[in-house]
């Protein structure tokens, strides 16, 4: 079973709550001799952490990283090596706020999993939303390193795994502005530096307002070799779409036309080939760079849709664990817009699917 | 591994090739003593059976479905029961037309997955498409049918499961006219009558003109309790994604609000909860009926995009297996719009997904 | 779930019940291009079949496999190969006896699965034991042959796996007489010819009293290399103890020394290690070729008991489904020593295990 | 896959190595709302604890867990409780003496995993054994606990797992003295006290010589339902015989009358059946509670035969990582019989075992 886990030969197993005392990842099946230092996977964890902008939560975490197993150094070796044997990643929880948690302890929030859980299991680990919180992220994205140098190290060359941020609420990007260059220049990952602008002003007008946007997020992976897949159950895209569709808040998938591709006829949407340079050239990515569950070697493109971040100022109607009617009205600090964080744990998904694909494809056909 | 199996407790593992001699699916994990009958299976197989009006393929296959093992009968049962063990279904394949395939043999065909297989394995059964056929999903639409028969047996209550078209092509149903006793009463599986209408002639055309329309289907099921799921990799919508997202030629799934929960405001997209009769009652369901991952008791509502069929009439661009550029037009009996035939095929795949957490429900919670 | 499953990356699932229409195999991972014909697998099937001695069931089962899927063959390959996708195996039931049924209908014979799966699934097909039967090894025969040519194809050599009885009731076999060249020369694959000529007569002695004996295999896998398992839970010893004690009957399993390993010295028990040839070396083989749960390229050896047949002619105590003090005897065909069939299952499983581990460290470790 | 991970329902990952700075596991699949506070884990640790007699290492390790997810207690709750989701439990590392290594290092340990790690990996982290030490059975006995919780959890009744060392060395115990309640009174959890004194001698001499003894450990689990366990390869007996030879040094696993069932005849090995209190009631246990993989209601019983201790004072002849041939004799503490601390070892792995089947059995058959 895998409540808790993702993957099949690259497998890692997440577990934490947000008001734990940490939470961590247990990534098991990554190749040997690997170099892996606690400052890679840092490097990519202080990208998503909480309080880089006002636009996200003001929740304090260092989100310091411990490896604690799976890798060895020794006067011999030029750093430290992964062993083949299972990688534990450790981030402690530090800024558990030790606030009033009685009105989301007995009250639904519109929007959260509170309801859910209670009805799964009893009860649950109300503080910060538990197990449901979004904090479970920092974990994926520290496995997605982890991913990321796997699929250098079984591919023998790098795929380039890049992400923006396409939609804020109702709001596009402007493809003609598309470039990856701008994506670390703003707070949305947005590779669009004008929308990006106009966003920051809609979305603080909506964080004073106590409103919040939701928003799209693309993934785009460029390198990656024809191959990798497998039919039917074991596609790319059904492991894709499971995977990005398992972070917080997601809505909805898409790969290449995504949902648009039921509007094309057969003649728009069947990507033509012709030879450039002695190799296959696709003429257009309707398909994402995934036919029949199986790479074909153009960019793999993914797209998911968050909604926007539950917790809200303005009081909305809502029921006690006991079946009382009330309303709640969510204090404190809070993201207006959850997508923006969602954009480096994407990254880490395509990066953990990718990876996993590529060890099984060497796996059984060589 | 599970590349062509699905499901954790209820698991299926499809096999067969378009032009093998038969196809099947094993499942196992089924509870024992469910009446399960060759008939009951047949029934469903006939909804999806190609041939059955002129926008679907005209292969002419009598999909008649054999019970192989696990399932028992003997005087003193009123009827065949589960076992317990493998329930093993096979259906022969009798017109595996033999046509020349010499053209597909050699030519890449632009949008199929001839391209991709042969860069993962080497060669193909290139026959009818061989193991990235549609046919597959015969198998499915019988599994399915035990699916069903779990999930009622192991909620002891039962869960309707149907599903329409909500677009084909450009072409969206209109809501206000969405009636499900609509459904079996056109060959869309379309809950808007005068869609389907209106779709047919559309379809007619683009069939005559040797075109293809894509497709949006969308799977509602009814009844299901709160409380199926579990978190972080064990969505209930994540598995969703990707049991949607493994169904030929779909390129994008939906929850809810789907991709449009992007364009909301927290206020327009947290879902209100009141009482009613003394049970939780949602005022709306921007949801789709699954929140953290679990099922909240309201209709689950999933909705993905097939991609218009890829063989068409007009000549596209492509390469052989040896690099040299071409064109292939595909020829003789093809579907104008796969899409139509996925409906019952998402029925079937929602029915599994359900079954299987209801299982995983009962054993970790009771 | 795996209750009907078995392998992680050479994955197979059996189906069938003992007097049900056929039972089968689906075999997934299996890597594309391995030649496969229906002769190659039927060949091994022959081996195991009924009927072939007095020593084994007269039940007559012509065992004929036909490959349903996973295979293809076309003018340009040399043959049948294996396509990567998964590949079906059927064998039909021919020799269903209509016999009557009513006495183990309603009894539960001892040594049998009668009581307990009627326990867990509150009924069940107790014609011939139903799933229970060891008819179900068949299939395994036939999978074991695609693991032989799985295993010779990833690692590019041969791995010899043979198998003998080296015990049958209490009379152990003389290791100064071991040739791997007697063990197709008698009805027992016994690789001491003295012992087998001796087994002959105690056994048809036993045969004619009503009786029966239980039996000790081992098998040896010549030629594996160093690296296959992996640490801990994925170890190949405790890979093959599962493989081994999932064969019907058997009640212990050992690797190397076994249980003998606990009565020796440390210093006896640690094989010492010299070159040789420019390759390491092991001076004894007390560790079954196997350290730390990974393989040394010693010889891989398993040995597995099988208890005696239960059905006799003796009568025996039971009670009957209802709870009634009865006695049972069991009349017609049966295998006096049914560790003589278990022989070729032992080989398929080492086979099983080892192709599968082939596969991952193939894709773990390149 | 699952090379560090074991169980389906209740699934455990464990990590760690010797010399790390800590070791741990993560439960997956635990049910809700069972009470769990570390000091019950901390009461089985301190059972197996390193340091606790002369018999068994002399490393200096207080093994003390930390819970860190998985847990929760609030004001309204009567103590910590599970809720659903992952239990992540960490032990953290002290005694990790700074010794110098590098005779182990450079030169293969016969009997250890030393060459096969370094034939797998290509390196190996060396200090202590690394993954392959048995500090890794610390995580498993943690895991045990809560294994044993929700054995009871699941059954509402308790089952009884106790084990006994039954043979050190060549020395068996004498089964007339066999007295559960003499286990916890010397250092082998021995259940004949005249056998343990004995014992002590011998070992006492040998630890002297710089020597080692193997030993036999019997798992028995009382009060255990009918009905636990599943056909083919999901066999209790097959899951019982994985997890004992999973556990380091173990070379033989037994069900029953094991290994001794070969030299029975039918008669006396199928346990005759009466009724006894409305009850069925065997009159004997040859099947050690299992037939056909299922259980029977009677108690369980395993035996695994652990191998003597690999590292001893007398010098052994083996080679060097780059092929030189040389000797190498084990300095400082170790384990003169490392069947002691696989006592409580064998307990867990039979509490994991039942508590997995116990879920899965609730969640198939109700």
């Known amino acids: ?16 709550e947000s008001h734990g005392p940490a939470l961590g990842v247990v990534i098991d099946g990554c190749p040997p ?3 892996l230092r606690e400052e890679d996977i840092q490097t990519a964890l202080d990208k998503r952490r909480p309080g880089t902008s006002k636009f996200v939560t003001q929740r304090k975490e260092p989100d310091t990283v411990k490896i604690l197993s799976g890798v060895f150094e020794d006067d011999r070796t030029d750093g430290p090596r992964t062993t083949g044997t299972p990688i534990s990643l450790m981030i402690e929880n530090v800024d558990q706020r030790s606030k009033d948690y009685s009105d989301i302890r007995d009250k639904y929030r519109p929007g959260h999993a509170d309801f859910t859980y209670d009805a799964k299991y009893g009860f649950r680990d109300y ?5 449901s919180s979004a904090r479970e992220t920092a974990a994926r994205v ?3 390193v982890i991913a990321e140098k796997t699929l250098a190290h079984v591919l023998k060359s790098a795929v380039w795994i890049r992400a923006s941020m396409v939609q804020m609420g109702p709001y596009k990007i402007d493809r003609g502005n598309f470039d990856w260059m701008n994506v670390d220049k703003n707070p949305f990952w947005c590779a669009d530096a004008k929308a990006a602008e106009d966003w920051a002003e809609k979305l603080d007008a909506a964080r004073k307002d106590g409103s919040s946007y939701g928003a799209v997020i693309e993934v785009v992976a460029s390198g990656a070799p024809a191959g990798l897949g497998a039919p039917v159950y074991g596609k790319l895209d059904a492991d894709l779409a499971s995977a ?6 997601v809505k909805g998938v898409e790969i290449g036309a995504g ?6 006829t057969g003649e728009e949407n069947a990507d033509e080939i012709r030879m450039k340079d002695g190799a296959p050239h696709f003429l257009s ?9 199986i790479s074909s070697g153009q960019d793999i493109v993914a797209r998911f849709a968050v909604k926007p971040t539950s917790s809200i100022l303005t009081p909305r109607r809502t029921i006690t664990a006991r079946g009382e009617e009330t309303t709640i009205q969510t204090k404190g600090r809070h993201d207006p817009c959850v997508g923006i964080r969602a954009v480096p744990v994407g990254i880490a998904m395509m990066a953990l699917v990718l990876a996993d694909h590529a060890l099984m494809h060497r796996g059984q056909c060589g």
Chains 1, 2, 3, 4 share one sequence.
Not at 127 to 131: K, L, P, T
Not at 259 to 264: D, K, P, V
Request: glycine content about 22%.
């Open 285 to 293: 990515n309707k398909a994402g760079g995934v036919l029949g569950g």
């Open 142 to 144: 520290a496995a997605g």
């Open 244 to 249: 990005m569709m398992s972070i917080n808040a």
């Open 259 to 264: 949902m648009e591709a039921a509007a094309l």
């Open 33 to 35: 001799g690997i170099i």
């Open 127 to 131: 503080r910060g939303g538990g197990r």
């Open 1 to 16: 079973m895998s409540f808790n886990s993702f993957g099949r030969m690259l497998r890692f197993t997440t577990w934490g």
